[in-house]
């Protein structure tokens, strides 16, 4: 029996059953060893042994790794099909690490879709590892363990700030410095001008022909003067215009466009792409609907591009074949053996596959067909007609009137020409329209808008920061470190993230700088290409760095915090607010000399109830994952909850009240029953008061 592993769960039953029973295939879960927190500074990196790692198998993955070594003893073969990229490499390589198998002998399996043909091909052309990619991750590792170490701890002690990162820091910086341009924006006035004029009883809306803004009231005014009451057309132009369809998506483009369609975040959209990828339930079988959703490629395969063609004649006709070759390199990062997202079959259409998917899924697999399949169609035909109005030597107006002439690609979307046509009726020259409304509006400038999950992505390909699998993970640090706020995909920068980002700016500039984390990219990618060594890129790294790190640890100023406006009743010194785990919380300034702390007090909001066991009003309170409940505002003396009684006071029924108070305490009375079932009358502080009596029935006690 031959031993395949592959990293996810999902896909062991499918490419199980495209091999066969010769083979049993199981799942590393992901990677299965870790950089170890032991040696100088915690790094797990021996500097002073040309930057040695330990690794450590991580603890929740002991069962796998076990399990995996008794199936490979047991395995006359073990083959390695981990992901095709960057970190699939790394975990291969741990694997032959952990099971003591020869990285230069064993068979690495590489496929970019889970079909029959894919796997089936990768079996019968196997490869080794690569060596040079698993040396780039582990330099990339060492570099962003050594930088989110020495940072985050020097950042947590100086401002209390949770982290750093080599590429966090870097999108950080572009935000803030984009949050700068909003908040220091000023507005400008400018006037529009707004037409309408009617012709064969249709009203239409002109357009004013400018090139530069009207920028005061007076301008403004002199057009309006020009334009008459009756408007003679002069000049009527047809133009055939055509729209080519969008190159295929690779990561980032995806999540751009799922979040401009349909407001889907970054990560939601990775976490799809992975389901469609890993395969989903259909008729019966397990289908592999995608290509590998981490890629930076917009190329097409000859072999889909063959299919492709073959199905758009089939369905179309040969007049929506468009071009037919493969796709050109488009960004130096790109890696030709990589495909863009793309269908893995041209058959499984979106409406086909609809009642197997969720809505997010369908949303997101018909984003990734037509535009894979869109490409090789024919472009986009249209007539557009333009009517000039020339008011004066100055002031001329148009009209547009756009006319789809063939459909092209958009066959796909039927609903596109309704969206897009914009019929006119036939105008000629010297036709009269009639004037209907002319105004002009006052109107300013607005600042930029905030940046989206998806612009942010889009930034950081442009820039060359990050990679495709590093993209939805960095927004979503800088979203849990609190940084970032994010309203429906929309990023503004909280206090902390600002305090963050200029303070590494001030000490470490060159780690917050897009082009110097662009060139450490292109560093790994030498290294994967076998031009640098490993050792020579740390070494070119960590000497610099540490020595800035040094000077900044003295240099950077510690702060206090926000200032309470109260003094520490202990020690006389000013208290600050502080973050915790459990939330906001008041302490000294002079901790840790000083270890005064203090929660901070919460409005208590009333219900208008009372508390059944002891009478005190009820509130409103937040529990755990910020569930509200309501319960005695008595707490912890009464720990009663409204809607749990049963568990909270141990008995079927809400105590009663007897209606007198405690001899001992002063708290409420009330009925209870002791073990046989048998009533009797107790303070409502138990267990604090103990005080007890027996229950007086016709003068005597029971």
Known sequence: ???????????????????????????????????????????????????????????????????????????????????????????????????????????????????????????????????????????????????????????????????????????????????????????????????????????????????????????????????????????????????????????????????????????????????????????????????????????????????????????????????????KKTSKNEKLPHEAIRPTSNHMTPEKVKPYLNRRQYQLYKLIYDRALGYLMAPKKEEVTTVTFKCSDDVSLTLEGTRVIFDGYTKLNKNDEDKTSKLLPLINVGDKFTLVSKKQEQKFTQPPAHYSEAKIVSIMEDVGIGRPSTYANTISILNNRKYVQDSQGILAITPQGDKTSHVLDKYFPDIVNAKYTAQMEEKLDDIEEGKETTLDVLKEFYYPFIEEFEDASKRMYKDAGEKVGRQCPKCGHDLVYKDGKNGRFISCSDYPNCDYVESIKKELVYTGETCPVCGKPLVERIGLKNKKFIACSGYPDCKYIKGNENKVLKTKQPLKLVGKKCPKCGKDLVFRKNKKGEEFIACSGFPKCRYTENIKQNGEEK
């Open 1 to 327: 029996m031959k031993l395949v592993i592959v990293e996810s769960p999902t896909k062991c039953q499918t490419i199980k059953r495209y091999l066969g029973s010769e083979y049993e295939v199981v799942a590393s879960k992901g990677h299965i060893r870790e950089l170890a927190k032991n040696g100088k500074g915690g790094l797990g990196v021996d500097i002073e042994n040309d930057f040695k790692p330990t690794y450590k198998i991580s603890k929740e993955k002991y069962n796998v790794v076990n399990d995996l070594r008794k199936k490979a003893r047991k395995a006359s073969e073990v083959i390695l099909a981990t992901d095709p990229d960057r970190e699939g490499e790394a975990i291969a390589w741990h694997l032959t690490e952990v099971l003591g198998l020869d990285p230069l002998k064993t068979k690495r399996l590489e496929f970019h879709e889970i079909t029959r043909d894919s796997i089936n091909e990768a079996i019968k052309n196997p490869r080794t590892i690569n060596l040079n990619l698993v040396s780039s991750q582990e330099a990339r590792r060492i570099i962003d363990r050594i930088i989110g170490f020495k940072l985050s701890k020097l950042l947590n002690n100086k401002i209390h700030s949770k982290s750093a990162g080599r590429v966090q820091s870097a999108t950080l910086k572009i935000i803030a410095d984009h949050e700068k341009e909003i908040a220091n924006f000023k507005p400008e006035e400018y006037y529009k001008i707004s037409v309408v004029a009617k012709f064969n009883d249709e009203d239409y809306e002109l357009t004013l022909k400018r090139n530069k803004p009207i920028s005061s009231l007076k301008e403004a005014e002199e057009i309006l003067s020009a334009i008459g009451d009756e408007l003679i057309v002069s000049e009527v132009k047809k133009d055939i215009k055509t729209k080519q369809s969008k190159p295929p998506f690779k990561t980032s483009t995806l999540e751009q466009a799922a979040y401009n369609s349909f407001k889907i975040g970054t990560k939601e959209t990775q976490g799809i792409a992975q389901s469609l990828y890993e395969g989903i339930q259909i008729e019966g079988e397990h289908e592999g609907l995608i290509t590998y959703m981490r890629t930076d490629s917009t190329l097409l395969s000859s072999t889909f591009i063959k299919r492709a063609t073959n199905f758009i004649n089939e369905t179309f006709g040969e007049q929506y074949i468009g071009p037919n070759a493969n796709l």
